[in-house]
Structures are given as structure tokens and as C-alpha cells.
T-cell receptor, first 111, second 122 residues
Framework: GQNIDQPTEMTATEGAIVQINCTYQ??????LFWYQQHAGEAPTFLSYNVLDGLEEKGRFSSFLSRSKGYSYLLLKELQMKDSASYLCAVRNKAAGNKLTFGGGTRVLVKP | GAGVSQSPRYKVAKRGQDVALRCDPISGHVSLFWYQQALGQGPEFLTY????????KSGLPSDRFFAERPEGSVSTLKIQRTQQEDSAVYLC????????????????????FGSGTRLTVV
């Protein structure tokens, strides 16, 4: 089976930086995804890591360490619209490349 | 259409009633996934299609759940004799690539989710 852990909730101030950690245990690792999900809406793709290191896309960056089974999503220059749930998902080649999700981290951005 | 379309957007069912949830994937997308998302939780895998073939149904919680994709495009998730624990958002996602083939670099970013169907069983 797979275990994916991320914090349940985080609060940060507008303009600040927040780091959401995700740890996982899996065999057949074939990439890690981060999605953003606003309440009542579809998850939308943020980032993808398959090799170790940092991927940067504007205000969002994602890091992966395969040996540690660890990833983080970094959100910089927080805006009120960034208040949402952030989902970490691992793709497993041994399981038909389906995505297995963590429970999600709800981020609340305060003024 | 441009995205993954799901209908209905909301469904209220009486306990014991049968329901059918529809997913229209992005045209040409080979792979289609169904997920169940309880309130405040991450999505849980239900089943996976590659074209019309259902390759993985290991996540279906009971034999009351049935999914089909007869022509390799539109898919329907059917729940028979609904129970209160079936209340959740049912998400559909599609992908251009054939999941399970080759190098991770050959499989891209292409999981696109629909907005889901919120099912409430009363």
C-alpha cells in the first residue's frame, strides 16, 4: 500500500511564504504531483516532480527527495486567493500509474 | 469540450435509490479515472479505464458500485441501493496518455479533473 502524509491545516499572512510538507511511502514511484483545490471546485494542477530537486513556477515551487520520500510545496508572496486545499499525490507505476492522494492541507491566508 | 464535464453537479438521493453519474472526458483522452472525495479528505481512487477497458476497479468499495465506458469516451458511475456512507463528491479525471507505459518522462502532466458530482444520500 501507500502512505501519504501532509498537515491538515496551515495559516499564513498575506505576502508571506508557506511551506507544505508531504511524506510518502510507496513502491514503483513514478512522480509526485501537487494540486490546488478551492472549495467545491476541481483539483487543478500546480506542479510535477519525478527527479530530485526544485521545480519553480512563478510564485509556486516544489521540491522532491526520492531517497527521503519527501516533497514540499512552497507558496511565496501569498495572496488571499491562495486560500485553498493543497493536495499531494504520488503516481505508482506498479499500480497502473494511478494517483494516490494525501488528505490535503487546507491553507488559510489572512490579511 | 475544453475540459472534463460531469453531470449532474449535485444529486440528492433517498437511501436505497439507484444513481448514475456521468463523466465526459476531454476528447481523445485515453485514460479515465473515477475518485471519491469525502468532505475534508483527499480523493480516493475508485476505478480506471484505458479506452473502453476497465483495467483497475480495486477501489470500488462494494458490488453496489459499477462503472462503464462502452465506447471509450463518456463514462458512467452507477451506485445501486445508495447508503448514507456513499455521500461524497465523485470526481472524474482524464489523461491523454496510456497510464502504465514506459518512462515517466513519456507520461506528462495531463490529469485533468472535472468539478465533480456532489452526492447526498438522505
Amino acid at each position: 500500500g501507500q502512505n501519504i502524509d501532509q498537515p491538515t491545516e496551515m495559516t499564513a499572512t498575506e505576502g508571506a511564504i508557506v511551506q507544505i510538507n508531504c511524506t510518502y511511502q510507496t513502491s514503483g514511484f513514478n512522480g509526485l504531483f501537487w494540486y490546488q483545490q478551492h472549495a467545491g471546485e476541481a483539483p487543478t494542477f500546480l506542479s510535477y516532480n519525478v527527479l530530485d530537486g526544485l521545480e519553480e513556477k512563478g510564485r509556486f515551487s516544489s521540491f522532491l527527495s526520492r531517497s527521503k520520500g519527501y516533497s514540499y510545496l512552497l507558496l511565496k508572496e501569498l495572496q488571499m486567493k491562495d486560500s485553498a486545499s493543497y493536495l499531494c499525490a504520488v503516481r505508482n507505476k506498479a499500480a497502473g500509474n494511478k494517483l494516490t492522494f494525501g488528505g490535503g492541507t487546507r491553507v488559510l491566508v489572512k490579511p | 469540450g475544453a475540459g472534463v464535464s460531469q453531470s449532474p453537479r449535485y444529486k440528492v438521493a433517498k437511501r436505497g435509490q439507484d444513481v448514475a453519474l456521468r463523466c465526459d472526458p476531454i476528447s481523445g483522452h485515453v485514460s479515465l479515472f473515477w475518485y471519491q472525495q469525502a468532505l475534508g479528505q483527499g480523493p480516493e481512487f475508485l476505478t480506471y479505464f484505458q479506452n473502453e477497458a476497465q483495467l483497475d476497479k480495486s477501489g470500488l468499495p462494494s458490488d453496489r458500485f459499477f462503472a462503464e465506458r462502452p465506447e471509450g469516451s463518456v463514462s458512467t458511475l452507477k451506485i445501486q441501493r445508495t447508503q448514507q456512507e456513499d455521500s461524497a463528491v465523485y470526481l472524474c479525471a482524464s489523461s491523454l496518455d496510456r497510464a502504465g507505459t514506459g518512462s515517466p518522462f513519456a507520461i506528462g502532466y495531463g490529469y485533468t479533473f472535472g468539478s465533480g458530482t456532489r452526492l447526498t444520500v438522505v
